[in-house]
């Protein structure tokens, strides 16, 4: 997997009481230093065959070392009844600024299920890469 910055989908909190038992992480799979990383999300539904969207949620996730990951959120099943987009915000320390998109398809549609370990995260899971 080549790719610098990813999102990983893990079904990692089967002990969960509330029922989240999946994990969603950013990876920051380069050698750059992330002083400050950011996102705005909100999802897509069908209702009465319209598109309906779901609210935007922002959050500030703070830094984010080289070869290392940081918790986006954590959901149940049911959040994946809904198409969900990302919009990440990457300020690096030298002073660069990034942005990143991505989508998590419907029942993660469109991720990729490795065969072996993630980088960085050394986990199990559904990929997914920027648009």
Not at 88 to 117: C, H, V, W
Not at 122 to 129: A, D, E, I, M, V
Request: with cysteine.
């Amino acid at each position: 997997m080549d790719q610098p910055y990813f999102l990983a989908v893990c079904r990692d909190r089967p002990e969960d009481p509330h029922g989240f038992w999946y994990t969603v992480y950013f990876v920051n799979n380069t050698e750059d230093y992330i002083e400050r990383l950011s996102y705005e999300t909100g999802g897509f539904a069908t209702f009465d065959d319209e598109v309906v969207q779901t609210s935007i949620h922002k959050r500030d996730l703070g830094k984010v070392p080289a070869f290392s990951f940081v918790e986006v959120e954590k959901d149940d099943e049911g959040a994946f009844d809904f198409t969900i987009a990302f919009t990440f915000s990457l300020e690096l320390e030298n002073g660069m600024r990034k942005s990143q998109d991505f989508m998590i398809n419907k029942y993660l549609r469109g991720g990729t299920k490795p065969f072996e370990r993630m980088p960085v995260l050394n986990k199990f899971g559904y990929t997914f890469r920027s648009k």
